[in-house]
């Protein structure tokens, strides 16, 4: 399971408060319990305690062996700085279907374009995180897909990436942090990823 620095222009200012350190003034879609949008609310306060129903997405990348690409938070991320978690993860801009968002975000982190992208459903969670005290109530947009090209992720955004198999994956689980969602939206989209990797994969 090697594990890969981020490296960039930008790594020295990867953990400065003028960067990341503090949460960019972004309006994210506020939902129902059906995923029906009712509204719009700045980022930071949808996650403020006891946090607002939002819409969001979590993606999930694997390699032609069928490992799972995960990142490693950079530092200076406002919320959950420093913990392993899914390919990539964020929140649509109102009006932005969530498939577009979530390929715009993978470049935007990784550098890299998916070779292949599909939706796998959809989850609801409150996930507070003892961290930051911040809260998690998101409605989810699920995807996963194939990766064929090296990541090149931006360091502001991650510190680390690595490919696991699931084995990899349950000692990293066991020894290191990971996102308070981690596990809620990988068992959500366990169907899809099997469907997409095959059963010798083991996921």
Same mark, same amino acid.
């Given at each position: $399971?090697?594990? /890969?620095?981020?490296?960039?222009?930008?790594?020295?200012?990867?953990?400065?408060?003028?960067?990341?350190?503090?949460? !960019?003034?972004?309006?994210?879609?506020?939902?129902?319990?059906?995923?029906?949008?009712?509204?719009?609310?700045?980022?930071?306060?949808?996650?403020?305690?006891?946090?607002?129903?939002?819409?969001?997405?979590?993606?999930?990348?694997?390699?032609?062996?069928?490992?799972?690409?995960?990142?490693?938070?950079?530092?200076?991320?406002?919320?959950?700085?420093?913990?392993?978690?899914? /390919?990539?993860?964020?929140? #649509?801009?109102?009006? !932005? #279907?969530?498939?577009?968002?979530?390929?715009?975000? /993978?470049?935007? !982190?990784?550098?890299?374009? #998916?070779?292949?992208?599909?939706?796998?459903?959809?989850?609801?969670?409150?996930?507070?995180?003892?961290?930051?005290?911040?809260?998690?109530?998101?409605?989810?947009?699920?995807?996963?897909?194939?990766?064929?090209?090296?990541?090149?992720?931006?360091?502001?955004?991650?510190?680390?990436?690595?490919?696991?198999?699931?084995?990899?994956?349950?000692?990293?689980?066991?020894?290191?942090?990971?996102?308070?969602?981690? $596990?809620?939206?990988?068992?959500?989209?366990?169907?899809?990823?099997?469907?997409? /990797?095959?059963?010798?994969?083991?996921?």
């Amino acid at each position: $399971m090697p594990i /890969t620095p981020a490296s960039g222009p930008s790594a020295e200012t990867a953990a400065s408060p003028a960067t990341n350190g503090s949460p !960019e003034s972004i309006m994210l879609e506020l939902v129902d319990e059906d995923g029906t949008t009712i509204g719009t609310a700045e980022k930071l306060s949808a996650h403020l305690a006891p946090g607002q129903l939002h819409r969001a997405f979590s993606v999930f990348l694997f390699d032609a062996q069928g490992r799972l690409l995960l990142q490693r938070r950079a530092l200076g991320k406002y919320h959950s700085p420093g913990v392993w978690s899914n /390919t990539c993860c964020g929140h #649509p801009y109102p009006g !932005e #279907p969530p498939f577009v968002a979530a390929s715009r975000r /993978t470049g935007e !982190e990784l550098g890299v374009a #998916p070779a292949l992208l599909g939706e796998a459903g959809t989850v609801r969670y409150n996930h507070p995180d003892p961290a930051s005290g911040l809260v998690e109530q998101e409605y989810n947009h699920l995807f996963v897909g194939l990766l064929k090209d090296t990541p090149r992720p931006d360091p502001r955004e991650i510190g680390e990436t690595a490919f696991v198999t699931p084995d990899e994956l349950a000692k990293l689980h066991a020894e290191g942090p990971f996102s308070a969602w981690f $596990m809620t939206v990988l068992d959500a989209a366990r169907p899809a990823i099997r469907e997409l /990797t095959g059963a010798a994969a083991g996921w």
